[in-house]
């Protein structure tokens, strides 16, 4: 797989396809991009290239448990330099839970390098606000606290990157315990000084100064309930809606491979709507 240098960071990431227009999909959570990885070359067979990458602190890519920003900033900024550097500007954004959140960012940190978005899965609400900022953040500064990076390298996600980078075990176990404490208590100080809902993160007004084409696939668990996606079709102008032949399920969180039967409709829809976007571009020139 292909290692990029974005800022310093060593970043995991591969393409699909050879035409059409460039889609960045960013996965949810914390997690590797191998999830989405059947549905890319899906992507790519309806005619776009596909660009997944695994975060810094996540996946195989090399864990850095520093900067001033927050992590979803810091991330959305390695993005653009990563999309730069394969010559793939201006692209569409998308992405899943805290990845669309994160395309989001990227948006309104670097609007002239975003086509379009597309917004599966938002996050928003109660039960995600009393949920994430521990799952992210809480969980490994309390294990930090207790066994310092021992313990955090323990931590059934740090043994997922570890796994998938060995190296990043020697990066983790060099830090100072009370450094990674600071930065993750950094970090999750930025996370909670955003709205809960219906977009975790961002303000309605936010949601509103969107200018691009948006499409907008509602989740179906608690902390991706179609309520978020809704509301936030309501928010951002002239955002188009998907629904998938899905319903609500009671239950904290679904994979995203519960989705893989309507991964076909949706490549057809993705790409659809990036080919309608571009070409409508086109005619404006």
């Known amino acids: 797989m292909p290692i990029a240098d974005i800022r310093g960071v060593k970043i995991h990431y591969q393409t699909f396809g050879d035409r059409g227009p460039w889609f960045a999909f960013v996965t949810g959570g914390r997690r590797g991009f191998t999830e989405f990885v059947p549905l890319a070359q899906k992507l790519a067979a309806e005619g776009c290239r596909v660009l997944l990458h695994d975060r810094r ?65 938002i996050t928003g609400g109660a039960f995600a606000a009393g949920r994430l900022p521990n799952m992210y953040y809480g969980q490994f500064i309390k294990a930090a606290r207790e066994g310092g990076m021992a313990a955090v390298c323990a931590t059934e996600q740090y043994q997922e990157r570890i796994a998938a980078n060995p190296a990043n075990r020697d ?19 930025i996370f909670l000084q955003g709205p809960r809902a219906p977009v975790m993160g961002l303000t309605d007004a936010q949601l509103g100064s969107i200018k691009v084409p948006t499409l907008i696939v509602p989740g179906n668990d608690n902390t991706h309930a179609s309520g978020n996606g809704l509301a936030a079709h309501k928010l951002i102008p002239g955002s188009e809606l998907f629904q998938l032949p899905i319903q609500d399920q009671d239950v904290p969180l679904l994979p995203f491979s519960d989705w893989a039967p309507h991964e076909p409709a949706m490549a057809r829809k993705f790409v659809a709507f990036m080919h309608h976007v571009a070409g409508a571009a086109a005619q404006q020139q």
Do not use: C
């Open 171 to 189: 990066k983790l176990m060099a830090m100072d315990p009370a450094e990674y404490i600071r930065v993750m208590e950094h970090w999750l100080a």
């Open 57 to 121: 602190n996540t996946g195989a890519s090399e864990v850095v448990i520093a900067g001033n920003e927050g992590e979803e900033e810091i991330w959305a900024d390695d993005l653009v330099v990563l999309l730069g550097q394969l010559n793939a500007l201006p692209a569409f954004i998308g992405g899943t839970s805290s990845g669309a959140r994160m395309s989001m960012l990227v948006y309104l940190r670097h609007p002239q390098q975003v086509r379009g978005l597309i917004l599966a899965r």
